[in-house]
Each structure stands twice: as C-alpha cells, then as structure tokens.
C-alpha cells in the first residue's frame, strides 16, 4: 500500500512515465490514442484519493513530500495540496483525458508527438499546482510553456505561428521579470524558496511593491487580465481544440493561483494597496471581454473573450480580500474550468463537422440535432450563471464579497453579468434558429458516445456544484479563512483573546448541505452573516503564533 | 632559476600533450590520406591519456610550480578535464564533415592539439608571461585552423581579420600587462594583489593599465564594443572550425579572464566590475537584436555567442565567490550547448559541400527527422533559458549572483534581453516543426556521430534535472582556487 503523501508525486510522474512509453512505442495512431488515455485517465483515478482523504478542517499543507533536490541553493523537491489547490489539481486530471478524447479524431497527423506534449504538459501544469518550493514552481511554470507552443504551433488553425509565438513570448515576459522577484525573495527572505516560510515573512513596503508588481506582470498576463489579454483569442482561435480547452481550463487558472498563492500571503500591503488598481483592471476586463464577446462572429472567438470577462470575475473576486470573495473566485475558476472547458469541445465537436467556426456557417442547427443543441444550452446557461449551475454559486459569491467592498464596483460587474447573459443567449439564438450560411452538403450529424461521453462529466458537474456546492466550498474554507487572516492580522487582533480554536458553526454546514438552487441565495447570505461573527480568521492567526 | 622535478607533476598532461602533438605530426607524414583514421585515432587517445593525467595528477590544494608560473588547482583541473571532453566531441562531430570537405588532415588535428595546449596554459597559468604565452599558443594555432581551407575566400578573409584583430587585442594586453608590471613591479598574479593591496603602487597607473587588461580581455571573449571579428570568423570558417573556436576556447577565456581579474586584480574590483558592466550589457544588447536580424544560423549563433558571453561576465562582475562559481558553470555549460547546436549543422550538411548553414535549412526538420529535430529543440530551448534544461540554471545561478550583490537592474536587464534572445532560438523551433521541408534529401550520418548529439542534448536536460552536482564542482572549484589570499 502506497503511502498517501505520495499520491501528488505518483501523478507528475504517471503522465510523464505515459509520454515516454509513447515515445518508444513504434508509430500507431491507434494505439498512441489509446495508451495515452490510458494514461491521463489513470492519473485522475491516481488523484481521486485526494479529494477523500483531504483534511477541509485544516488550512495547513496536505500529502507534503519533502526531498532535498540542490542542496547548494537550498532548493527542495516539495509538494503538497491545500484547500486552494486541491480543487485545482483535481480539474486538471479531470480535464486531460477529455483533452485527448476530443483530439481522438481530430488530430491525425503526428499523433505521437501530440500525445507526448499533452502528457508532458498535464504533468507540468500539476507541477505548478502542487510546488512547494518558489523554485520548483517556476520550472513547472515555465516547463508547461513547451508543449503548448508546440501544440498551438503544429495542430493549429491558419495564423498558428504567429499565434504560438505571440503566446511564448508573452508568456515569457511575464515570467522573466517574475524570476528576478524570486531571487530577490529568496536573499530576503533568508535564503529559501520555501512558499510557506517565505509567505510568513514580513517584508519594508517598498520591497513589496516591486516584487508585487513583478509578479503581477506575470500572473496578469497569464490569467489574462486587460490589458495583456491579446494573446488569449490568437491562442484560443489557433489552437486546436484540445489546447483551447486546456488552455481555457486549466492554464488559465495558474495566474490566479498564483494571485492567490503568491501575491497575496508574500506581498499583503502591496496588494492592499493596489487592490483597487486590480479591482478595477478587472472590471475593465469583464465590461470589456463581455462587449468584445457581443460582436463575434467566429464561435471560438466569442469562447475566448467571454474567457477574458469570467476569469475578470475570479480577479475581482480575490482582490477584495474577503471569505466570500476569495471563495468565490476559487469557485469561479473551477467553474470556468468546467464549462469553458464544455464550450470549446462542444464548438470543436461542431468545427469538425462544419469546417469552420463562423457563427453563420454552424447556425441554424434547429433540431437536426437536438442533443448537441440540449448540451450547448446547457453549457451557455452555465456559463452565464443561470440559477440551479455551477457560475451561479460562484459569481454569486464573488459579488457579495464585491458588494461588501465596494457597492459601485458590485454594480458595475452586474452589468458585466448582464452583458454575458445578453452574448450568451444570442450566440445561441444564432446557432439554433439563425439563419446558416453553411454549405448544402455538409450533413451535421448529432453526437457520437465519445463524444457525449467526454462531456457527460463536466454535465455532472455543472449540476452538482449548482445544488450542492457544499462539499466544494468546505474543502476551500479553511484555507482560505487562513489566508484573509494573513491578509488583515490587524482586523483579527481586535477581536480575538483567548480563542485557541475554532469550529466552524453547525449552522453553516447544514443550510450548505441543504442548499439548492433556490437556497442559494439564503446560502450565500448565510455565508456572509457567519463569516463576520466567526473568529475564524483569529483562531488561525493564533495557531501560527503557537507554532 | 631553480628547477625540481617536482615542478613536472603539475605539468604532467601539457608535457604529454606536447610530446604527442610533436609524435602525431612526425607519425602523420608516414600515413596516407586514406589511413587518416589512425591519426584521428591518435588525437583521441591522446586526449584520453590527458584526462587521465589530469585525474590521476590530481592533488587536493593549490601546487605552485616553476616560481609560481603555473598553478595546479581544483579549477584548472576541472577546466582541463572539461576541455579534453569538448575538444573529443568536435573531434567527433566533425570527422564525417571534415572528410568530406578534405579538411580531415594530420596538420589540423596537430593544430588542434597545439591549440588544446595553449588552452592548459592558460588555464593553469598564474604569472602573466604564461597567461600570454598559453593565449597566443591558442591563437595562432586558431588563426592557422581557420585558413586551412585554402581554397574558401570566406575562411581567407574570415582568418585575416581574426589574425589582425587578434594580434591588435595582444597588443592592448601586453601594454596593460606592463603597465600593471610598472605599478606593482611583478608580473605574478598573488606578487600583483599583494603589491596593490600593500597601497604602494601608483592608483592611476595601475587603472590605465587595467583598462588595457580589460580592452584585450574583452577581445578575446568577443564581446561589444570588440566584437567585430566574431560573426565573420564564425561563419566565414568552416563550421568544424567555428565549432573549434565557440566552445573549449571559451573555457579557458573564463579561465584566463578569472586568473587575471579575480586572482590579480581583485583588489581592484570596483573598477573593472564597473567597466564588466558597460561590456555586459552593450554585449546583451547588441548581440541579441543583431541575431534576430540574421539569417545565416552560423552568424546568428555568432551574435548569440555574443550575448552568452556578456551574461558570463555578469557573475564575474558581481565579485562574489558565488557569482565566479556561477560564471563557470554558465560557460562550461555553454560549451556544450554550442557544440550540440554546431554539431546539427555539420550533422545536416552534406558531403557534397553543402552547408546546412541558413535558417532556411531547418525547415520542417521534424518531418525529416523528428529525433534530430527534438535534439535541435532541446538545445534552442536551453540556449533560451527554457526550464527545466540546463540553460535556464545556467541563468539562473548568474542572476542570483547578481541580484546577490544588489544589482537589480542589472538582472532586469538582463532578462530582458533573454526574452528577446528567446526570439530567435524559438524561431529555429519553430521552423523545425511549423514549416514545411524546402528540402527532402535524407539526412545521412554516421552512427558515432547522432550518438553524441542525442547524448549532448539529452545531457542538456539531465544536467538540467539534476545540476547540483556541477553547480557545486563549479563552486567549490572556484572557492579553493580563487579565495585563497
């Protein structure tokens, strides 16, 4: 019986350990596909233990693995989960074996070498989930930027090189900056990349405000936040849709991740201080992804910006720096993972059919094809937030953390939820009743079981994080109950004396556990109520004192 | 002058690169041209025997030899081992193209092996006659190399220019050497610091000299503003011989520039740190925007050369044992991303004369050969800076050094300059496996020779998986030979 602290290495070594056995294997497409399914699918049974045996009442490192790796440095091989990466860490492992269903057809040149970057590619993104060591987290950082050039690059649409180029170098230039705020973290910090010693570190405020900035640069242009956001449609657009979705899902989320692992624990005043800078680059970004979403007319397109505006909701929902905000933004990114992820595969599945991704050319499905079109509502309501889907819970707590911050920064992001609802719907009033301009012989045929079967998950999921976010938001809690603390240790001091520990109230778990579509609202209200009478945030801080 | 024989010992693997170069070329006039293997077989053996020499010499400590002329330490037996290897793999690489170009002689490899003692001079060379005398032996073996092919007008004029220049930066360097010799009244390197740490000679002689010592340094590593001969001399040589010049002669102009700046001139370092600095940066500069502008893969890696050598000089210029040690491995670690990415040129070119030399040749070279194509990949990426190969420790060791001593700026720029030197490697990647081939004319080359490359490149990102281990030979060498006084 393996040892559970091993489970996180078993998974940056599964995928990997699958790429080299496609390397030597002798060219089979067949084959290549299947191994490598295998393979990712194998990694996410290998991850499923962590959602079982995750501590949620505990805000602490989880499944740590400790390994000196260059000693002269002090450099450490360290993984470890907590409340705020686990979820992300299971979407990834969740996600590639779509990835490689819905390349299944789709690439058919050079399977071999797609295969090894999707693999190598799972492994790196997981890599910069799970590092513990600021220098370990880089390398993955700057390692999943490989096969993504190159899968953006050769199985790309008509403009992937300059697509593929763009998003390294841009990429690139965030990172570059990044590199020389760790180094200079790691001499001031008393020489260590530990991300938890150097999280509890205190730091002169005009050294925070550099490597704030510097990591800003990086995070801001991975997530993208406006203005650096012009990468994203080039890359979206060109790539092929197991990138897209990869991109979308997963890569994305790693610069507010990193917001959320970095910035804010290393960097706290800056980040207060620039908080409204963030806040409103954010709302920009989900005004401005919302109206560019509105005038698309290539699917992919559209997908991409409404991208540029959730992943805005995510920013602002962490840069508000409250429980419900920061859990909302966690839950956001999740949630955009589940259904962006949804709405590429479903405009690649419709690309595959119709050869292109103009809105005219795929519109007019009526119902010639009524369980693509079930799905792609489904997935359009979700990714608006409709009541009873995934983005509701989210978005809903990202704004109630807004409004407690600041009510003109709420009403302005409503408006961005209202412009979504508005590209949303009309996407799909043009792809099911619009007129099509598609060419009479080419027959779109409904969904294979592959294909539905790729999808049926991310279905799931929709549904069951719109009824019961509860087993989600409990994982998060403590996490990030801890890390609003760290970020306001003088609000806590106030209000605690003598408070060793703490449980959270009953009341919460119940009304989560019975919480449907219809409670949302009462939950979300109760979630504000008991987080400003917990002394969550105080206990924790008291915990680290007694360390 | 008092001579033992103990003074031999540190000497041991110059004395027998000597006595072999002298066997080879006495024993190469009794070889046809068709038995030239044996020759080439001879090099390699004695390039063996050396680095058995240089283990099995080795002592812990420094050992001091004929007055303090030459000095056996960690560093320069790391250096010398590490020479041996690289001169073994150009050997390699570049007999099938050698061959085919009729360039497989017994004078080039008794040139090479002259050029290889040069280097072990300057190396282990702690007085600055036998710096001098170990540079020029270098030199003018290399002057020599790049002509061989007489009948090329490029090598010609490629070999004039690196000769006049040459022998202009010797100039620059023995002026400075003798004003250094006026101010300090020694010309050994431990007599020079401690005649300037003692206060006795005359500052703003001893500052006029430096600047000399500087200017002919900085010729010799080719970088800006005395660049000028390197992109012709890389790419009007043949690419066996730009091969040559870009990687075991760079270790020992580490070695070369350590011993006099860092062992002689340390207690003058805020001055020539602060001159390494105008050298750095306009080398990163000027080196990275040019090469993007090139189209000939032999002067772009010119220009690149330029660029790695101004990021080496960042950790020299930082004046700390860290930042040497970090100097050292970025240059050991160039070494052998130069002689992987030359040796795919010579693997690509043909034996009918042709050189796989422009960008345009890469051209969908994953289709022609999707191994080679991953090799040529791995090298671009770690020329880059990419993680997780060994370049980006390479960089990364440099910045730390350098962020170290609080030059921030410095660091920012210097990434800066890496991301538009990300450009043109990425470039090379991208041709390889987004283009379509312009040419469908199967690679051929001999098995020894795709060994080594794919054992360079995949050494590229073992040593990037695992580089504590050379990071701190790289440390620890240069701690016990550099910090002793």
């Keep these: ?547 | 002058m008092n001579f033992a024989i103990s003074d031999l010992m540190p000497v041991l693997p110059e004395v027998f690169a000597l006595t072999m170069a002298c066997v080879i070329l006495i024993a190469d006039l009794l070889i046809r041209q068709n038995g030239r293997m044996i020759t080439y077989l001879l090099v390699q053996l004695t390039l063996l025997g050396c680095a058995l020499i240089i283990v099995g010499t080795h002592e812990s400590g420094v050992v001091h030899a004929f007055n303090n002329m030459i000095v056996d330490d960690l560093m320069s037996d790391v250096l010398k081992l590490l020479t041996c290897l690289a001169l073994s793999m150009m050997l390699v690489y570049s007999r099938q193209y050698l061959a085919a170009r009729s360039l497989f002689t017994g004078e080039f490899m008794v040139l090479v092996l002259f050029a290889m003692l040069g280097m072990m001079v300057m190396i282990s060379a702690s007085h600055f006659l036998t710096l001098y005398l170990g540079l020029e032996l270098l030199s003018l073996s290399l002057y020599t190399i790049v002509a061989l092919q007489r009948d090329s007008s490029a090598a010609i004029e490629a070999s004039v220019k690196y000769f006049v220049l040459g022998a202009l930066a010797s100039c620059l360097l023995l002026y400075g050497m003798s004003m250094l010799y006026g101010a300090t009244g020694s010309l050994e390197l431990n007599a020079v610091t401690q005649a300037i740490q003692t206060g006795t000679a005359d500052k703003n002689l001893l500052v006029f000299g430096l600047v000399f010592v500087v200017a002919g340094l900085a010729f010799k590593l080719g970088v800006v503003p005395f660049h000028m001969w390197v992109p012709d001399v890389y790419q009007g040589a043949p690419t066996a011989i730009t091969m040559l010049i870009g990687s075991a002669p760079k270790l020992a102009a580490f070695a070369f520039a350590a011993r006099i700046l860092v062992q002689g001139l340390q207690p003058l370092l805020e001055h020539w740190s602060a001159m390494l600095i105008i050298l750095a940066v306009a080398s990163m500069a000027l080196g990275n925007i040019s090469a993007i502008a090139q189209t000939n893969l032999k002067r772009m890696f010119a220009y690149s050369t330029i660029t790695h050598m101004g990021f080496m000089l960042l950790g020299l210029l930082s004046g700390t044992v860290e930042g040497y040690g970090a100097s050292m491995f970025y240059i050991v670690v160039y070494a052998l991303m130069s002689l992987g990415a030359f040796g795919m040129i010579m693997l690509l070119s043909r034996a009918d004369g042709f050189e796989a030399d422009t960008l345009d040749d890469f051209k969908g070279l994953s289709r022609r050969s999707p191994w080679l194509a991953f090799m040529m990949l791995l090298l671009m990426f770690s020329m880059a800076g990419v993680p997780p190969t060994v370049g980006f420790y390479a960089k990364f060791s440099v910045l730390k050094a350098v962020v170290e001593t609080g030059h921030i700026w410095l660091a920012v720029v210097a990434v800066l300059f890496s991301l538009i030197g990300a450009f043109y490697y990425l470039r090379i990647v991208k041709l390889m496996y987004f283009d379509a081939p312009e040419s469908h004319a199967p690679i051929t080359y001999e098995q020894d020779t795709a060994l080594l490359m794919s054992a360079n490149a995949i050494g590229v990102v073992l040593l990037g998986l695992l580089p504590g281990t050379l990071m701190s030979v790289c440390a620890v060498a240069v701690q016990q030979s550099l910090m002793l006084q």
């Design chain 1, 1 to 547: 019986m393996m040892h559970e602290s091993n489970i996180l290495s078993l998974l940056l070594i599964l995928p990997l350990l699958g790429a080299v056995i496609v390397g030597i294997m002798p060219r089979n497409d067949v084959w290549t596909r299947r191994i490598a399914l295998a393979f990712t699918l194998l990694v996410f049974v290998a991850s499923l233990p962590l959602w079982y045996l995750f501590d949620a009442s505990s805000h602490e490192m989880q499944f740590v693995t400790r390994v000196p790796w260059i000693p002269a440095f002090n450099i450490n091989y360290a993984v470890g989960v907590d409340g705020i990466s686990v979820l992300l860490v299971l979407l990834t492992t969740l996600i590639t074996p779509m990835c490689v269903l819905c390349s299944w057809k789709a690439i058919d040149t050079r399977v071999k070498e797609y295969m090894i970057a999707i693999l190598v590619m799972e492994a790196a993104i997981l890599g910069v989930f799970m590092a513990l060591d600021l220098f370990l987290f880089f390398i993955f950082w700057e390692a999943e930027l490989i096969p993504m050039f190159i899968i953006i690059g050769v199985w790309g649409g008509q403009r992937r090189v300059y697509a593929a180029l763009k998003f390294f170098l841009y990429t690139m230039a965030g990172s570059l900056p990044m590199l020389v705020a760790i180094l200079a973290l790691y001499f001031t910090g008393g020489e260590t990349f530990d991300i938890q010693t150097l999280s509890q570190g205190t730091y002169g405020s005009t050294f925070q405000f550099w490597v704030f900035w510097a990591f800003f640069l990086a995070f801001a242009i991975k997530v993208p936040m406006f203005p650096f956001h012009t990468w994203l449609p080039d890359a979206h657009v060109e790539a092929p849709t197991a990138g897209s979705v990869m991109l979308a899902s997963v890569m994305l989320k790693l610069g507010t991740y990193g917001f959320l692992r970095f910035s804010l624990p290393i960097t706290p005043d800056a980040s207060q201080a620039f908080a409204s800078v963030v806040v409103i680059l954010s709302l920009i970004a989900i005004i401005w992804g919302s109206y560019m979403a509105l005038v698309q007319t290539d699917l992919k397109k559209l997908v991409a910006y409404s991208s540029v505006g959730h992943m805005g909701f995510v920013t602002l929902g962490i840069f508000v720096f409250n429980t419900e905000g920061i859990e909302g933004a966690i839950l956001q990114m999740i949630n955009h993972g589940i259904t962006t992820g949804a709405l590429f595969l479903m405009v690649g599945m419709i690309y595959e059919r119709t050869h292109s991704r103009l809105i005219s050319d795929c519109g007019g499905l009526r119902m010639t094809v009524p369980i693509y079109v079930t799905l792609m509502a489904i997935f359009s309501f979700a990714s608006f937030g409709l009541p009873g889907t995934n983005a509701f819970v989210g978005e809903f707590l990202v704004m109630v953390g807004t409004f407690k911050s600041s009510i003109l920064a709420g009403a302005i992001a409503l408006g961005g939820v209202v412009l979504t609802v508005a590209y949303m719907l009309w996407m799909l009033q043009r792809l099911v009743w619009g007129e099509s301009t598609r060419k009479e012989d080419v027959v779109v045929t409904d969904m294979n079981g592959r294909e539905i079967a790729t999808l049926l998950p991310l279905l799931v999921l929709v549904f069951w994080i719109g009824f019961h976010p509860q087993p989600f938001l409990e994982r998060m809690r403590a996490s990030v109950a801890h890390l609003v603390s760290e970020m306001s240790p003088v609000q806590g001091a106030q209000h605690i004396e003598g408070l060793n520990d703490v449980t959270l109230p009953r009341k919460l778990d119940r009304v989560h556990s019975h919480a449907a579509g219809a409670d949302i609202v009462a939950t979300g209200r109760t979630i504000v109520d008991s987080c400003s009478v917990l002394p969550c945030q105080i206990s924790n801080k008291d915990r680290k004192q007694t360390l």
